[in-house]
């Protein structure tokens, strides 16, 4: 029996020794030395904010990672990288490039070229096609006003980012060499007043970002050939409309976000083709009506939120659809009216909150408004207008552990109000 023992062993050291070797500077016995002003840890140079703002001429090739961010660079030294043939990822954040820099005959290894803050204006496909296999381009922070057809030869780009630009224009074809690759691409903080359709061919797109910018309205089919999307953030935008079918071709969706909008309903209309949606991020619009249908096609949804906005009637149709929906943001609105069965699709919901609205009468009056919720864990009723507490408030919530009441006005709570929440553990009044 000892001898499977000693094999694991003679394997581990096998292991521990060849693991060993390239920390050490791979084939070649001694490290190559670090360039004064640079620290070289492993395969990273960070030659960073340099003082003399001199950049060496030679780095030991074994770098695979260079960062030269802050240091006023406006031509990349082309040299240096001759000296790294392993080269994949260069830092030049925070210098004075102008353009995309010229890498040279040698950059076609780089997978990572990293352009935040600086000065760049125009995207040049001369200088990227060399990139071969650039897989991350950070242009965020820079002067880039449009993006023109053409801009990118075909890359396997898969991570675009472009935020804060000044970015007006989307040209047709501009993002369609990048098709068969990109799976994320950030616009956020740009100036784009509309979303030209089909401007995104991007079917395997995982992420896009849209938020602050000035687009008023979504139309139809605006994202159709994004058959892969799974999240999509617009805020800040000032949307005031959405048209029916304006995400229609997101079959892949699970997360949607349009926080601090104008939005004003929620209808099926815009949310048609969103089967697969599973957060829905709408609060701080100011949505005063859920059309009775809305959720027609978010049957999969799991978390909603619809915190301050300007609802103040949850109707008997508000929610009906919503089978699997776990959490329920509405607080911080202007709700004072419930009407009974409102809560009665929805028998997973986990937590509600109604915090901050205006109710008063329902908790009193009602038969149990919240008896549908089985699996309701967590409730949050504070500052609202309720006055007194009855043994039928909370009636069939007999899995709630936590149940806020504070900042209302009650006078009075009936005997055993919370006696059958057997799990109840937290409890502000
Ligand atoms: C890419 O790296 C390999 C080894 O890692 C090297 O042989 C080759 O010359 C490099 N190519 C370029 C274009 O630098
Ligand atoms: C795609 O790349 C080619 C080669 O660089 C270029 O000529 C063409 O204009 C690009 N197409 C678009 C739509 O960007
Ligand atoms: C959006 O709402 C904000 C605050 O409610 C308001 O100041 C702004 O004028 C509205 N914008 C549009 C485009 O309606």
Redesign the pocket.
Known sequence: MPQPARAVSFVLLVFLVTGVTPINGGSEPVPEPCPSGCSCAGYLADCSGLKHGRIAERLPARITRLDLSHNKLRTFPEALLASLPQLSEIKLSNNEFESIPDLGPNAGNLSSLILANNRISRISAEQLSSLVALETLDLSNNNIMEVRAGAFPPLPLKNLLMNNNRISTLEHGCFSNLSSSLLVLKLNKNRLSSIPPKIFPLPHLQHLELSRNRV?RIEGLTFQGLHGLRSLKIQRN?V?RLMDGAFWGLNNMEVLQLEY??LTEVSKGWLYGLLTLQQLHLSHN?ISRIKPDAWEFCQKLAELDLSWNQLSRLEESSFVGLGVLEQLHIGNNRISFIADGAFRGLPNLQALDLKYNEISWTIEDMNGPFSALDNLRKLFLQGNRIRSVTRKSFTGLDLLEQLDLSNNAIMSVQANAFSQMKKLSELYV
């Open positions: 008023r000032g005031t909008n104008n100011t």
